[in-house]
């Protein structure tokens, strides 16, 4: 048995079903390994960096460990940008990572990188195998790490180091680490009580650490009557069958989950690290629960931080409550709440025969297309937005994007990992044009791989989040056009059903014949480039930008663009 032989069996032991990636030279001891074990499947993508992706997703989709590889030196560089994202993401990757032979190391060998210090700002784990004697304990060590600390592990494999044999008992079994319950200290809950019970008006911001604690936290919001404001990964997890549900935050939020928030006198923070500064209150207590200490007090000043998991907070909290609190708070969040929808409601319209589309409205109808368990997964860019607004969670339903670390071209790759984790069920990349074409040749993955996901792309020509943060600085938008083709055609053409979309009357049916269709398909929608999101808080600066870029846009002679901007958002 070599320590390729033992790599693969221990991963089967582990009930790894898939590594992701590209092979070649280094890696092919591995490969060939696959091959003869025949239980683990490799998934062929074109890109290592798609490969990184999907491996995050499908550990994201399953809950369970995930495997990518790269060969030396530009295979394993092109995983980076997945990893990354699977780290900051929190969940479980092991990256198979080749190297030179270990001979040549700091030589200057042809393809030489140093992946040691290459992965080590985005993994929890990263060292290399140089001898038979450091195995299975150092791959052992990896898998925990990843599974444990939920985040990415890198083992790096010389390729000639994979050849070496491994003593005849050497063992192949894996006894993998099951997830711990964190209780919080007894006199911090009481801490956190006393705030509470003191505090008039309050709300509570709610992030992915909620996962698993839906009820938990919807019955600590009645006890406190107070509103609940979701981050984008609480979306998942918090919107659905909650009556206390006021929005999202930040800029891609409502302005009623800003105004919850800038309105109280004591925000709760469970589970979430919102990252954005300007969002926050100023001036108000802030107590905050999460089960990672250096998360606590990470972006905004601490009244009090409780190390813990959220559902076994709440359970101690609870009966440590004052009742009788005021609905006032409560009631005023709920009214906003309703006219913050009914506004974004309003803003999903049909648009006149031959008119680009609002994407707006493409997501409002791909929402009441979709599967009640469909998985969504959102490029970073406008995608997300919409995805964020119109995409409505029921409890089945999942959203996987590139939230922590916001890389453009994930929702496609991510879309093959969530298909091949979850082979029953309906997977929809939401993507935008400038996200689709930067990884668009795995698309052929998906006919390869027999992977049946449905691929949106928003088709607006332009790299439209880029475009609108230009505005809004003041810039004329320049550098974010995109000269693209007839996608639909092109995905005929690669062996996935193409559907373009160029009216709003043939949305509706566009989308259920793509989904009805037994293999991967790809919706091309043709939509408004001048679209505009705006962020629930429009400060004097933002608005100043928009002057400055419609003064300069019609000096520089694009007075069209300015007329077409009003027509799009502002003549409904």
Not at 5 to 16: E, H, M, P, Q, S
Not at 216 to 244: C, M, S, T
Not at 467 to 489: C, H, Q
Request: net charge negative; hydrophobic share 45%.
């Amino acid at each position: 048995m070599t320590i390729a032989d033992l790599l693969t069996a221990t991963l089967a032991d582990a009930g790894v079903e898939r590594i992701w990636g590209v092979t070649g030279d280094s890696l092919n001891a591995i490969n060939d390994s696959l091959r003869r074990l025949g239980t683990i499947e490799w998934m062929h993508v074109r890109h290592e960096e798609a490969g990184a992706f999907a491996a995050g997703a499908e550990a994201a989709a399953s809950g369970k460990l995930a495997v990518c590889a790269g060969s030396c030196g530009p295979g394993h560089l092109h995983l980076i940008n997945g990893l990354y994202d699977c780290h900051r993401s929190r969940v479980p990757v092991l990256a198979i990572v080749s190297h030179i032979p270990s001979t040549e190391i700091g030589l200057s060998y042809f393809q030489e990188t140093h992946p040691t210090e290459l992965f080590r700002e985005c993994s929890h784990f990263c060292e290399m195998v140089t001898s038979p004697g450091q195995m299975p304990e150092l791959l052992h060590r990896a898998m925990r790490t990843a599974i444990g600390q939920r985040g990415v592990a890198v083992l790096v494999v010389p390729g000639d180091v994979s050849l070496l044999e491994v003593p005849k008992d050497t063992p192949i079994a894996f006894a993998p680490p099951a997830p711990a319950r964190l209780v919080p200290d007894a006199g911090e809950v009481e801490k956190l009580a006393a705030l509470l019970n003191g505090s008039k008006t309050i709300t509570m911001l709610c992030g992915s650490g909620c996962a698993g604690a839906h009820d938990d936290v919807v019955a600590l919001a009645d006890a406190l009557r107070a509103p609940i404001v979701h981050a984008y990964r609480g979306k998942e997890y918090l919107e659905w069958d909650n009556p206390f549900d006021v929005g999202m935050t930040g800029f891609l939020g409502f302005e009623s989950g800003y105004h919850a928030m800038k309105d109280c006198d004591t925000l709760l923070m469970l589970g979430t690290d919102f990252p954005y500064r300007n969002f926050y209150p100023s001036g108000v207590q802030v107590a905050q629960v999460d089960r990672d200490p250096s998360a606590l007090g990470r972006r905004v000043p601490l009244t009090l931080g409780v190390l813990g998991d959220v559902g076994e907070t709440i359970a101690a909290l609870i009966p440590q409550l004052s009742p009788g609190r005021s609905d006032r708070f409560l009631d005023a969040a709920r009214r906003h709440y309703a006219s913050a929808r009914a506004k974004l409601d309003g803003l999903a319209t049909p648009r006149a025969a031959g008119q680009p589309l609002h994407p707006q409205f493409v997501a409002k109808v791909l929402n009441d297309v979709a599967a009640d368990d469909a998985i969504l997964t959102a490029d970073v860019g406008t995608p997300v937005i919409w995805a964020a607004r119109y995409f409505m969670t029921n409890g089945r339903r999942r959203i996987i994007g590139s939230f922590n670390h916001g890389s453009m071209a994930n929702a496609m790759p991510q879309a093959l990992g969530a298909q091949a984790a979850c082979p029953g069920r309906q997977v929809v990349s939401l993507s935008g044009d400038g996200g689709f074409t930067m990884l668009m040749g795995d698309m052929l993955s998906a006919v390869q791989l027999d992977l049946p996901i449905k691929i949106v792309v928003l088709n607006n020509g332009t790299l439209g989040y880029v475009a609108m943060e230009m505005k809004a600085g003041g810039y004329v938008d320049t550098n974010v056009d995109l000269k693209n083709p007839d996608f639909a055609s092109i995905a005929n053409i690669a062996g996935l059903k193409g559907i373009r979309v160029e009216s709003s009357d043939a949305l509706d049916g566009a989308l259920r014949e793509a989904f009805a269709h037994p293999g991967p398909a790809l919706v091309d929608v043709v939509t408004a480039t001048q679209e505009l999101s705006i962020p629930p808080a429009i400060g004097l600066e933002q608005a100043k930008g928009f002057s400055l870029y419609m003064m300069k846009a019609i000096i520089s002679g694009r007075g069209d663009e300015v007329l077409e901007l009003a027509k799009t958002n502002l003549l409904r």
